[in-house]
């Protein structure tokens, strides 16, 4: 029978200590959620999304609290980044303690973990009492959810209706990935971007952060990571009117509400008044884009303050995942 979405979060734990797979929702995106220590469950994750073996997982914990039962060390400055921002966007990579499974961590020395913020996946992973692993939940190389439909939609033919649940928690407030930081050292490295901000964790921590974020990535992050079908073109306010005038082919259109526009004939997909609004309604803007089988997506780039920053990053990713295809 075809998988349905539903609300109750017995359903979820129960199928989760079966070694199940529940896909939740969190503030960010939607996760596809195993048993992080059940061997099978998560290579049930990989298989599902296609996923390369190579590529680690995020761990979820329902609280701080159980951080050492994951992390062999927890540099001070980190531990003040979980207390400010857990639950919240904020994954930090730590040294992984014994017994964390290489599938969870790609054979890393290194675990990711994050407590997310999301009200249901909260009451999933305070029922459940452990450490969920939950990347992204859909198919590699593609965007990632924001609603149930997208779950669906994605994974719908490959999650199953016996030993798996699909949560409904409506649409993510945030809209892209957790920042990701790399906590193993002296050093916060920003591996990804995301809604809390370097700047944030400068403050925070009185640290440098190493910006790496657009140079190395964490493994799994790679350019062409976030793409969908639409050749996405990312253009500055200034070039829109020299880019509008070579483009051929039907086009969609994202950019603030304030970026003033030449005249060309395009669907709008987004009018995002900030970078908040930006980030919440991308993925599901490029998701339309395809489903209104657009030839391309001109996507405005926002100014690269706050979480603009990770809009930029998320936009130039899908960009560069068209020019490769
Ligand atoms: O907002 C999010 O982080 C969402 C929600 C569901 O929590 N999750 C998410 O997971 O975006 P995923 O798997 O799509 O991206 C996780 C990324 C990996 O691609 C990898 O870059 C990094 O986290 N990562 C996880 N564990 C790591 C490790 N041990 N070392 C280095 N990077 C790691
Ligand atoms: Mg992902």
Known sequence: MTIRATTDVGDAVAALRDGGLVALPTETVYGLAG????????ARIFAAKGRPLTHPVIVHLPDAGVLDRWA?????????????????????????APGVLDTVTGGQPTVGLRVPAHP???????AFGDGLAAPSANRYGRVSPTTVEHVLAELGDVLEDDRDVVLDGGRCGVGVESTIIGAWDDTPRLLRAGAVTAEQVIE???RDVSRVDGGVRAPGTTAA???????????????????????????????????PLP???????ATP??????????????RAADDAGLDVVIAVLPP????????RDRVQRAATAGVRA
Do not use: K
């Not at 249901?120 to 305070?126: F, G, I, S, T």
């Open 35 to 42: 048993d992080a220590r059940n061997q099978p469950a998560v």
């Open 72 to 96: 062999a060390f927890v540099p001070p400055w980190a531990q003040l980044l979980a207390d400010a921002f857990w639950p919240g966007p904020l994954t930090l990579i730590v040294p992984r």
């Open 120 to 126: 249901l996946a909260l009451e999933v992973l305070r």
């Open 204 to 206: 925070l921590t009185g």
């Open 225 to 259: 990571h976030y793409a969908p079908a639409a050749r996405v073109m990312c253009v500055e306010v200034d070039a829109l009117s020299a880019t509008v005038s070579t483009l051929t082919g039907r086009v969609g259109l994202i950019a603030l509400s304030t970026v």
């Open 263 to 269: 005249d060309f004939e395009h669907v709008r997909l």
């Open 273 to 286: 008044a900030d970078a908040d609004e930006y980030a919440f309604a991308l993925y599901a803007a490029l």
């Open 304 to 311: 690269d303050s706050g979480v603009g920053h990770a809009v």
